[in-house]
Nanobody, 120 residues
Framework: VQLQASGGGLVKAGGSLRLSCAAS????????TGWYRQSPGKQRELVAS???????NYADSVKGRFAISRNKAKTTVYLQMNSLQPEDTGIYYC???????????????WGQGTQVTVSS
């Protein structure tokens, strides 16, 4: 499976962006699909995840501002980002992991990601 993230860009603080992640085929229903962020000088972190059994989960830093969703075919995952702040700047990636896998693990190769830059 190849994952292609898109929708990033340059936005002012307080603005919004909607990221999309297109998969080359339907993702496993049991998998936990997630959006990850790698900010300059920091390790990649999970910011939002979604699974059929566990629902949605968000990092504390984005709770109430970001929303993850996917289409019924499980071929596209979205990340609606509102009230963006400069600290949200980074490259955003999507991936998935199996049930019970460590949060740092990934089922698929990491794609190019999409750059989000928030200016103050």
């Amino acid at each position: 499976v190849q994952l292609q993230a898109s929708g990033g860009g340059l936005v002012k603080a307080g603005g919004s962006l909607r990221l999309s992640c297109a998969a080359s085929r339907s993702l496993f229903s049991s998998d936990i699909t997630g959006w990850y962020r790698q900010s300059p000088g920091k390790q990649r972190e999970l910011v939002a995840s979604l699974s059929s059994s566990l629902g949605t989960n968000y990092a504390d830093s984005v709770k109430g501002r970001f929303a993850i969703s996917r289409n019924k075919a499980k071929t596209t995952v979205y990340l609606q980002m509102n009230s963006l702040q400069p600290e949200d700047t980074g490259i955003y990636y999507c991936n998935a992991r199996g049930p019970g896998w460590p949060v740092t693990s990934a089922r698929y190769p990491w794609g190019q990601g999409t750059q989000v830059t928030v200016s103050s």
